[in-house]
């Protein structure tokens, strides 16, 4: 029986991944899979090594590096020395698994890149690393391959895993009744992102746009996204004195119903995109972390529908610009100006059919099979 491990480092990555596994078992492989990931990886079948508690942590802060470098450490070792799997698969979480995909292909073990580090995006040195140390690149937007395989790597095209695992349009009339909804208004839906920093930095600042909005326009409602990896304390804490309602574990739903979403930056922003619904971005930060940033990245757009479109589609609101005044401009355009809108969904739309229609988790299960069988 041959082996796989996977490594994912959050919660994004472990849906991912259950997919991948449920492709490879419908395909009647014959691998037994261990991994280190979540709940969704472990109801697919997966033997987890490790779960995401010390994965996910995000920051510079010693405490954080320490469990980073302790847990590679302890996996490089159990995979070299203990498990010996005939493939890893690694998945998404550029800065830990390029770390141990070094140790890994030193070893000999045959390394896999589902979701690979947006190198076209910031960072582009990375791309000698991804060939050196991985055997073969699982992409998921189309100009990836052109750019991986002009540096001599190999690599598998697999469409992007939303396309087919984005649940459809949830019905509107019954969304609102059941949160009990206006259905005579129009809704503005925020989404503050699923990290406890970002929390720290947006979340007021969108509530106080939601709030400025709501009172200059009685025609609007608003709702707030709550992350399903967060705790209730955690929300609870930025929603003093406010009456929004707070719906959690429903975030496609509530994309795909909503008039015009309020955005962190994110994969979130290309869940829109497929659900055509006019958005902004909005997003900052650390100033340090922002400086960084400008100087590692590649491209000057922030947001998924317009790096893939290659013009800006979508507004983008970042560091000293989030504000009221700014936030609450761009959505007040997207819901009273008629042709704005209507220019913005068609773009959307545009979007969507840049992107493959593939089956995302099998052509990545299929590569992974292959390379087991080589």
């Known amino acids: 029986m041959k082996k796989l491990f996977i490594v994912t480092g959050e919660y994004s990555g472990d849906i991912h991944a259950s997919h991948v596994v449920t492709a490879l078992k419908n395909m009647n492989a014959d691998i037994e899979i261990q991994g280190i990931g979540g709940e969704n990886m472990e109801r697919a079948g997966v033997k987890l090594y490790s779960g995401h508690k010390k994965m996910g942590s995000v920051g510079l802060s010693p405490q954080i590096i320490i469990n980073h470098i302790m847990l590679g450490k302890k996996l490089v070792d159990y995979l070299i020395n203990d498990y010996k799997p005939d493939a890893v698969l690694l998945i998404d979480y550029g800065g830990f698994n390029l770390r141990i995909a070094g140790f890994l292909k030193k070893a000999g073990i045959k390394v896999l890149y589902y979701i690979p580090p947006q190198v076209w995006a910031s960072r582009k040195g990375r791309i000698n690393k991804i060939k050196k140390y991985i055997d073969e690149?699982?992409?998921?937007?189309?100009?990836?391959?052109?750019?991986?395989?002009?540096?001599?790597?190999?690599?598998?095209?697999?469409?992007?895993?939303?396309?087919?695992?984005?649940?459809?349009?949830?019905?509107?009339?019954?969304?609102?009744e059941k949160h009990g909804l206006d259905k005579n208004k129009k809704l503005v839906s925020v989404f503050p992102g699923s990290r406890e920093f970002e929390l720290k930095y947006l979340m007021n600042v969108f509530i106080k746009s939601a709030k400025h909005l709501q009172k200059k326009h009685p025609d609007l409602q608003f709702c707030i996204s709550h992350a399903p990896n967060l705790s209730d304390k955690v929300y609870n804490k930025f929603l003093k004195n406010t009456d929004f309602k707070v719906i959690k574990g429903e975030n496609q739903a509530l994309l795909s119903v909503s008039d015009a979403l309020i955005l962190a930056s994110g994969t979130?922003?290309?869940?829109?995109?497929?659900?055509?619904?006019?958005?902004?971005?909005?997003?900052?930060?650390?100033?340090?972390?922002?400086?960084?940033?400008?100087?590692?990245?590649?491209?000057?757009?922030?947001?998924?529908?317009?790096?893939?479109?290659?013009?800006?589609?979508?507004?983008?609101?970042?560091?000293?610009?989030?504000?009221?005044?700014?936030?609450?401009?761009?959505?007040?355009?997207?819901l009273y100006d008629t042709s704005y809108r209507e220019w913005v969904i068609k773009e959307l739309r545009d979007v969507k059919k840049l992107l493959s229609d593939k089956v995302s988790s099998k052509e990545a299960a299929i590569a992974v099979a292959e390379t087991l069988a080589d």
């Open 268 to 334: 979130v922003a290309l869940e829109a995109c497929l659900y055509n619904t006019p958005m902004i971005i909005a997003y900052r930060g650390p100033w340090l972390f922002y400086f960084i940033y400008l100087i590692v990245r590649c491209i000057k757009r922030v947001s998924l529908p317009n790096i893939i479109a290659d013009k800006s589609i979508i507004p983008e609101i970042i560091q000293g610009n989030v504000k009221v005044s700014n936030i609450s401009y761009e959505i007040e355009k997207l």
């Open 137 to 176: 690149v699982l992409c998921i937007f189309p100009f990836e391959s052109e750019l991986y395989e002009s540096h001599g790597i190999k690599t598998h095209y697999c469409g992007h895993p939303l396309v087919s695992q984005l649940p459809q349009k949830a019905d509107k009339d019954a969304f609102f």
